[in-house]
């Protein structure tokens, strides 16, 4: 009996995932997805500044 035999075993290291070239499609994908990203972002700032969209309608006291 050894003694690192018993408890967990230590995993394999992973290879390093080598760096694939994107062809002018895959930029242009990217590219495109970047600026809806953007586009999205100042939409929601825009939007957040008027307050809420649906009020609740008539609010009711607790008192009878």
Known sequence: ???REGGKKKPLK???KQQKEMDEDE???KQKQREEQKAMK???A???GKGPL???GIKKSGKK
């Open 1 to 3: 009996m050894s003694g």
């Open 14 to 16: 992973a290879q390093k």
């Open 27 to 29: 930029m242009a994908f």
């Open 42 to 44: 100042e939409m929601a």
């Open 46 to 48: 825009k939007a957040s």
């Open 54 to 56: 649906a009020s609740g």
